[in-house]
């Protein structure tokens, strides 16, 4: 595999941006690795997305997703997204226009990565389980599946600090920043209203949502299995899984590998298939 730290300048953000990215590279001589690669190059990838304290950094830091990857032979782009909540901000840039509109188009300009809907694939923790679902049940013709880790979708407003990660202060200042303080009932950032209004389309993202037992975020991950699974006929094949654990990187590290599982990404005859 090989791993880059990209900087590069965003239109969208008017600003320069960054991310980690791992490339499969065909090896034969690498010990302890096993790496796949395309008949034709071109590679399935997997948009991986940070949380609220974290940056473009963390995923590569704090798991094993580089060794996770190298033999399913998936390229992973790990975006920097600040406190944007993968949103067009209210008093900032447009995050969810940069990193659903823009960022694929720079990084296939820069990387041999698939344009294909059912080798692309967006998940996320925290923040970005929230990014992911919402970026992925939004563009159901992008996506061919979806991985939520401890968060939740959203329900048409910012959500309350039920976790005590900031004070209410900042938490409420942040959501003022984010969202201007509006309920955003009926639009992109509702993601239970997306999804109900995406329900009927031909393609759409298999969902995995994974949540520790003990995270502070339960509460909202079993609203979001509940809505989810109250869908007649599963049409997103929504999967809802909880383990013990709390809301961090062990639990992060320890089932990331679930949800590579569950892309059932396998190579017959040099393609992969999903």
Known sequence: MAFMQVQFFSETLHMAAAADVIIPQAVTHEIGMSSRETADGKHPVLWLLHGATDDHTTWQRRTSIERYAASRGLAVVMPAAHLSSYTNLAHGGAFYDYISEELPEIMRSFFPLSDQREHNFIAGNSMGGYGALKIGVNHPDRYAAIGCFSSAANRGKPLANSGGLFDEETWNMRNFIQYGGKDFTGTQEDTFYMAEKNKTLPVLPRIFHSCGKDDFLIDRARET??????????????????????????????????????????????????
């Open 225 to 274: 299995r509940d809505f989810f699974q109250s869908m007649k006929g599963n049409p997103y094949h929504y999967v809802y899984e909880e383990h013990e654990g709390i809301h961090g990187w062990d639990y992060w590290d320890a089932h990331i590998e679930d949800f590579l599982d569950f892309l059932h990404l396998d190579i017959m005859e040099g393609e992969f298939t999903n």
